[in-house]
């Protein structure tokens, strides 16, 4: 049975160019809103951490060149304990604490709170692919997304293929991982063997992926923001860990609707030609 998942490339994403927020060096400001409110929350954190070393280094430095023995500075001996002192330098780092954490709190509770998605899909690890099981609407759509073909040779030793020669080397995969935009997806995660985790930058989702456990995870890629998103296992989980990438597309809802369509119509007709009665060979006598 082939599913032709492909053909979601021509239903609805041609003509988008590939999304990636990251710019090397900082967190990914990624295309969903949870995503940018995760990016504003470290750069919050961030910020608070460089005038916390502003202050701590600047007073640092000072007190080094300003209170040195050529300069004249005697040592203080006659201080060896200031409750004063202690309380306050107890209470600052608290007060800042709770101003870290209130924000923080609110984000993991928005990022815990699945309620209200529209389409449901079961996404199942395995040593080494992606196997992503339809609900909702899309029931009975099933199927794995595994390392494409071309990284699959070049990663091979002595393959004798330049990687660099490659598109995106070792995060590209057969079938991608297909859904619609401006709906909320929620994703009931588990694995088949060993501990995975999926993870898409852009998407500021990343989950563990657990045997035995089924873990959720949501996001909603906003309307306008259609393109191939791309992720890996964040997870070591052996092997051929860094051979199991995520590739998802991001198609309009109406597209959406017509590749679930054709993924039907393609089962249908899957499971009917397995049917069909089968024509053997005759044994002669
Ligand atoms: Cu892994």
Redesign the pocket.
């Known amino acids: 049975m082939k599913l032709n998942v492909t053909g979601a490339s021509m239903l609805g994403f041609a003509g988008s160019a590939a999304a990636n927020t990251s710019n090397g060096y900082n967190l990914p400001m990624g295309v969903t809103e949870m995503s940018h409110e995760i990016y504003d929350l470290h750069m919050l954190v961030f910020w608070i951490c460089v005038a916390i070393a502003v202050v701590v280094f600047g007073a640092m430095i000072y007190s080094l060149l300003k209170f040195r023995r050529s300069q004249g500075a005697v040592p203080d001996t006659a201080m060896v304990h200031s409750t004063k002192v202690e309380v306050v330098w107890t209470v600052i780092p608290v007060l800042i604490l709770v101003v870290m954490a209130v924000p923080a709190a609110e984000t993991i509770l928005k990022i815990e709170d699945t309620r209200g998605s529209e389409l449901s899909v079961r996404v199942t ?1 395995y040593q ?1 692919k992606w196997q992503y099981q339809y609900m909702n609407a899309a029931d009975g759509i099933s199927y794995f997304s595994t390392l494409s073909e071309d990284s699959n040779f070049a990663r091979q030793l002595h393959s004798g293929i330049d990687p660099k020669t490659v598109p995106n080397y070792l995060l590209s995969v057969d079938k991608p991982f297909v859904v619609p935009s401006g709906t909320k997806v929620r994703l009931l995660l588990t694995s088949q063997d060993v501990i ?2 999926w993870w898409v930058p852009d998407f500021g989702a990343k989950r563990d992926v657990i045997p035995g456990f089924i873990n959720e995870l949501w996001f909603n890629v906003p309307l306008g923001k259609e393109g191939t998103y791309r992720g ?7 092997r051929d ?2 051979y ?1 990438p995520i590739v998802v597309e991001v198609i309009t809802p109406d597209a959406f609707k017509k590749w679930v369509e054709q993924q039907k119509a393609d089962l249908k007709q899957a499971s009917a030609t397995e049917t069909a009665p089968v024509k053997t060979a005759q044994v002669l006598p």
């Open positions: 690890g080494w995975h985790a890996q296992c964040a997870a070591l989980c052996g860990h860094g199991m």
